[in-house]
Nanobody, 123 residues
């Protein structure tokens, strides 16, 4: 059974930083592309970033480029999202996701999801 477990999010002031992690089990981690999504109250879920299985390629949505960095540690089955210069509009539930297809993470229907973690940025 595949499990994706995000670290605890938190409350941070605007301009601050936070690092999320997602630990995977029940799958061969380095066979899977991974991604981060988020959903703010009253809004649709959106892509944040995705990374190939090897970690060689990462893609970001425009609103987080230059502020967020996705990375992975295949030896420890862990995905990260380093978030810097946080803004109130980054407030959302953040989800990690996994799929053997990198392109599937471009959609909103990757195969496996974590339970989500709340990130709140105060102004």
């Amino acid at each position: 059974q595949v499990r994706l477990v995000e670290s605890e999010g938190g409350l941070v002031q605007a301009g601050g930083s936070l690092r999320l992690s997602c630990t995977a089990s029940g799958l061969t981690f380095d066979d899977y592309a991974m991604g981060w999504f988020r959903q703010a109250p009253g809004k649709v879920r959106e892509r944040v970033s995705r990374i190939t299985a090897s970690g060689s390629t990462a893609i970001y949505t425009d609103s987080v480029k230059g502020r967020f960095t996705i990375s992975r540690d295949n030896a420890n089955n862990t995905l990260y999202l380093q978030m810097n210069s946080l803004k109130p509009e980054d407030t959302a539930m953040y989800y990690c996701a996994a799929d053997q297809s990198f392109e599937a993470l471009r959609t909103l229907n990757p195969r496996h999801w974590g339970q989500g973690t709340q990130v709140t940025v105060s102004s």
